[in-house]
């Protein structure tokens, strides 16, 4: 598995979680602003989408740059240890 694919497993994970707790937080709410809240936080997560798919296309334009990651990779070894020695 890339890094990429496992940044991409935690964020989702992370996302998941931090849904949850949102949508916990806005069953507190009066009912009155519920709709209002919903509306906005599902304007945040478009705009959130959007951004994410220009930051896929420059994850995938760096990727493709063989030389930087040989580079990145020989330094998340110096620093981290080889990936495969250790479970995530």
Known sequence: MC???KSVEIFYIFYMTQQ???IKEIDKLPSKYIG???NYVEYLRQRAQ???A???DAYKAMA???ERER???EWCNAYF???HSKPI
Do not use: F, M, S
């Open 71 to 73: 580079e990145a990779g």
């Open 36 to 38: 209002k809240v919903l």
């Open 20 to 22: 949850a707790e949102l």
């Open 54 to 56: 220009d930051d896929i």
């Open 81 to 83: 240890g080889p990936a």
């Open 64 to 66: 493709a740059d063989t």
């Open 50 to 52: 959007e951004k994410n």
């Open 3 to 5: 890094i990429l694919d």
